[in-house]
């Protein structure tokens, strides 16, 4: 669909025709998917933004001046909707890594009860969950617990973007966590 006629069903959306909003989904749908791919590192947080994205032009196409400029303005919003997304995710990441950093230090000092038989069982699975990261996993472990790097360090030094970092940290931490929660890990 060019831009014209995206500019006329945006017209019959601002006039109350839902079916035209049906078709500019349609229409905008999978140039807005590449355009966020592009910029997330998570499928589900473009499928997110992208439902966001589209809500809200829904909800201000009043807004929209016609001039054929629609694509573009509907992926102003979804950029907007994405870096919002993102950095309330890095803030989500940072508070974990803050946690976890905490735990590790509590669980290098010696156990309180005196129960070292408990820790040394804690610590052998933890070596086990560490051992089932999936590939890469234990380079970003390695890079951020060990040599302390930020996660725009390794970011640089992997030739990835911070949010592909923050992402991949978190799953890697998650899934450590309930690795961690299980008892009857092998």
């Known amino acids: 669909m060019n831009h014209a006629e995206l500019d006329e069903l945006a017209g019959r959306v601002q006039q ?9 989904v349609h229409a905008v749908t999978p140039e807005l998917r590449h355009f966020l ?12 933004v992208i ?6 032009a829904y909800q201000h ?6 001039r054929g400029t629609f694509l573009a303005w509907v992926k102003g919003i979804g950029r907007n909707l994405l870096l919002k997304e993102l950095h309330r995710r890095e803030r989500y990441v940072t508070v974990e ?10 669980a290098a000092l010696p156990p309180e009860n005196g129960n070292e038989e408990e820790e040394q069982e804690l610590q052998a699975r933890l070596k086990r969950c560490l051992q089932k990261l999936p590939e890469g996993g ?6 951020r617990y060990f040599q302390r790097q930020s996660v725009r360090e390794m970011a640089t030094a992997l030739g990835r973007t911070e949010s592909w970092v923050a992402v991949n940290l978190f799953r890697i931490r998650q899934g450590l966590r309930e690795c961690m929660q299980r008892r009857d890990t092998p």
């Open 51 to 56: 439902h966001t994205t589209l809500l809200t």
């Open 138 to 143: 234990w380079q970003l472990i390695q890079l």
């Open 97 to 106: 890594e803050d946690l976890l950093e905490r735990l590790a230090h509590e």
């Open 37 to 48: 791919s592009a910029r997330a590192a998570s499928v589900d947080v473009v499928e997110d």
């Open 16 to 24: 109350g025709d839902h079916d035209a909003f049906t078709q500019l």
């Open 61 to 66: 196409i009043g807004l929209y001046e016609r």
